[in-house]
């Protein structure tokens, strides 16, 4: 019987990154996994620019950065080898080196174009440092959250299933849980369910899973085959949508139509092989895939409450969609970096009251709206010949007004999120901090890697530093003095959102009674 504070069960990127956010703030934890390796699987290819600048805001940046490097040298070959406009572009993009907003992804296939893109929109032009980190495949991500679980000390334990949960999980006992698994018991406090769209703990609990059902089924691999009469990118067909690259070999494909009969049978080369010639048209024949072929569906749902008791879900384990555009990690990383701090708060006794509560206030708006984001592709991506006509629409002509573009671009990398975190509070308040450069030529970034708050006090005479003194242990102080008009002084969550901000300009009295009421409200007392 093994004890820990908080216990995370699935060691995808939404639980390993809620381990080491929970593990930097001090807290005890424990990291169960079904999978006796790392999947190698092919999943996402990339992250959005929100999970990046988590990244970033954990020092982890550099490591994304030489794996993007990696990733697209990969990319460079393929597209010497002919590629698309936009993956060509892409790639040229990064290798310019100017500060820019890293456009990549689509909408329904419609791929989102750099040269549509006005980069001197203030919405974009606040979140370029990362832009040489988003280009991380899921695996990679996996490895780098890994190995900072080991430097943490945190043990993930894999080849362990769990068989369920008891004790105290509705919070009215003793305060400890029990996780039951094939290698024995574990026992928390708290437990979070990060264990994918299939959840053995979600069902146990009998936790409701909302939302609407599947019309398509797809595939993706790396395999070997011959690739003559595919094009290359992402093309519609009256059966279904199909993209090749943006590396040699990588194929989707996705078709509308019934669901198959044992979900959970491994992908044979002759699924595969029948799934791409019927989307494709192509009589390819497909000689061998590189590890595991995946296939999944447009089945969109969440979870009715992000908790029972002292049960949290997160990642797949509390919303599941199609993964166009990659939203589904992007979503789960957003989950962690959420719950993380607000339950580290919980286990050392400082969270305000209701703290815990505004983890699902927050996350599901969030969730309900990547779930719409994702249904409308969907939508897009028929075959029939009106859909056809509307994607030519959408495409050819709404996407080529940069601002259009800008739109789509901002809300697909994640940095329009918003959360109500203060009472009539104006922008930035309760939006995502992005990239904040500091007179000392370090950023805000590089004060965020503990996990702590983050005040960036740019009064001139430091007023703030006394009202947080006393909370250094979850409040760091920046002394950043400037008398320009368009850096305000800033309060920033763990989970970088700004809860307060104040200009030079703003009479004092008011500024400091805003700032303490959100220090109160989310940092709590002495």
Not at 107 to 132: C, E, K, W, Y
Request: hydrophobic share 45%; aromatic share 6%; with cysteine.
């Amino acid at each position: 019987m093994q004890r820990s504070d908080v216990i995370v069960v699935g060691a995808g990127p939404t639980g390993l990154l809620l381990a080491t956010e929970l593990a930097v703030q001090g807290v005890r934890v424990t990291v169960l996994e079904r999978l006796a390796e790392p999947d190698s699987t092919i999943k996402s290819g990339s992250i959005n620019v929100a999970s990046a600048e988590i990244l970033d805001r954990r020092g982890l940046l550099p490591a994304a950065e030489e794996i993007q490097r990696r990733r697209m040298a990969a990319a460079g070959r393929f597209t010497a080898g002919g590629g698309t406009a936009v993956t060509r572009g892409l790639v040229g993009a990064f290798e310019d080196g100017a500060p820019r907003f890293p456009v990549m992804g689509h909408f329904a296939g419609i791929m989102f174009r750099n040269d549509l893109v006005d980069q001197a929109d203030p919405v974009l032009a606040s979140h370029t440092a990362v832009a040489g980190g988003i280009a991380v495949p899921q695996y990679d991500l996996e490895l780098l959250l890994a190995e900072r679980c080991a430097r943490l000390g945190v043990v993930v334990h894999r080849g362990v299933t769990v068989e369920g949960v008891r004790g105290d999980v509705l919070g009215d006992g003793d305060g400890r849980v029990v996780v039951d698994t094939d290698a024995g018991e574990w026992i928390a406090e708290w437990v979070v369910a990060a264990d994918g769209g299939r959840s053995a703990i979600r069902k146990q609990l009998g936790v409701e899973f909302i939302g609407t059902a599947p019309e398509l089924v797809g595939h993706q691999a790396i395999a070997d085959f011959d690739a003559t009469g595919l094009a290359h990118g992402w093309n519609w067909t009256p059966t279904g949508v199909y993209a090749y690259g943006p590396i040699a070999g990588r194929i989707l494909v996705a078709r509308f139509g019934p669901q198959p009969e044992d979900r959970d049978a491994p992908v044979s080369l002759a699924e595969l092989q029948e799934a791409v010639r019927e989307v494709t048209g192509t009589n390819v024949t497909m000689k061998g895939i590189q590890g595991r072929a995946t296939r999944w569906s447009d089945n969109a749902r969440r979870v009715e409450r992000y908790r029972r008791g002292r049960v949290f879900f997160a990642g797949d384990a509390a919303h599941v969609h199609s993964p166009f555009s990659a939203q589904g990690l992007n979503l789960g990383f957003g989950d962690a970096v959420n719950l993380g701090w607000k339950l580290a708060a919980t286990v050392q006794g400082w969270a305000p009251p209701g703290l815990l509560d505004t983890y699902h206030a927050e996350r599901a708006p969030i969730a309900d709206w990547v779930l719409d984001w994702t249904r409308a592709q969907v939508a897009l991506m028929r075959g029939d010949e009106r859909t056809e006509q509307l994607r030519k629409v959408v495409g050819d002509e709404l996407f080529a007004v940069p601002g259009a573009t800008n739109r789509m671009v901002a809300l697909s990398s994640g940095i329009m999120q918003h959360y109500d975190v203060a009472d009539d509070a104006a922008a930035p308040v309760g939006s995502i901090v992005g990239d904040v450069p500091l007179t000392s030529g370090r950023r805000l970034a590089d004060f965020a890697h503990d996990g702590r708050f983050v005040l960036v006090d740019r009064t001139a005479d430091g007023r703030f530093a006394e009202a947080v003194r006393l909370l250094d242990d979850r409040i760091v102080h920046v002394a950043d003095p400037t008398a320009d008009p368009d850096r305000p002084s800033l309060l920033v969550r763990p989970d970088g959102i700004v809860i307060w901000a104040a200009h030079e300009t703003d009479e004092p009295a008011a500024a400091t009674e805003r700032f303490a009421t959100a220090r109160l409200r989310w940092a709590g007392t002495h």
